[in-house]
């Protein structure tokens, strides 16, 4: 039987990558992580979709850009919802993450010191775009009756902004201080048996944003 792989950096282990080995181990399917250094990365970057980590290679093939792969784990073992409609919300929750990751990105790139610029306006960008987008998933989390963003299970777009949320937390502690039920669902979704086993055995995935 072929065992999936996920080749992803080894200076640092991106979202999306921590997002899917988490669903692969909440879907309780065995899966390789490899990590690729420098050296390795020069002779790997030509056969990579993108030219770009993370890649999952599945029998199939490779999929590159970490959200497909996490859509593409979700859907295959059954963490992308119920019915066709729940998927769907599913889907929108986790675009509508993604744009605001795109308008956030680079202030929090400046917040952490990896880019120069003004902190104080980085700071202010970072708490505007939050207050776009984090209101909308608060009140999903208020209307939910089981302390999932949709249905009654646990989907890839739970693990996704909970892992998002730890780091944030970490973080940027007071932008987030506004929005406390995404600290109470980030808690809910990592004290799952699976997901809370890899946490405790990987550290180091999660000390990082």
């Not at 790997?44 to 497909?68: A, F, H, T």
């Not at 729940?86 to 990751?101: G, K, N, R």
Request: charged fraction near 25%; proline fraction near 4%; aromatic fraction near 12%.
């Amino acid at each position: 039987e072929f065992t999936p792989k996920i080749f992803s950096k080894m200076s640092r282990v991106c979202l999306y990558s921590r997002v899917a080995f988490q669903l692969f181990e909440l879907a309780g399917v065995k899966y390789e992580k490899v990590t690729v250094d420098h050296e390795s990365w020069d002779a790997l970057k030509e056969s990579c979709p993108y030219k770009k980590l993370p890649v999952l290679l599945v029998e199939d093939g490779k999929i590159g850009n970490g959200y497909s792969i996490c859509r593409y784990i979700a859907i295959k073992h059954g963490l992308s919802g119920q019915t066709h409609f729940e998927s769907a919300v599913i889907d929108s929750i986790a675009m509508e993450f993604l744009s605001y990751q795109f308008k956030a990105v680079e202030s929090f790139e400046i917040l952490l010191g990896r880019k120069e610029g003004d902190k104080a306006l980085a700071r202010d960008k970072f708490d505007a775009e939050g207050a776009k987008f984090f209101p909308h998933v608060v009140r999903r989390l208020k209307q939910s009756t089981t302390g999932f963003l949709v249905g009654e299970g646990c989907t890839w777009v739970d693990v996704l902004l909970a892992q998002f949320s730890s780091t944030m937390v970490n973080y940027r502690r007071n932008s987030f201080a506004a929005y406390p039920e995404l600290a109470t669902h980030s808690e809910f979704i990592r004290s799952i048996p699976k997901i809370a086993e890899w946490i405790e055995a990987n550290p180091h995935l999660n000390s990082h944003p």
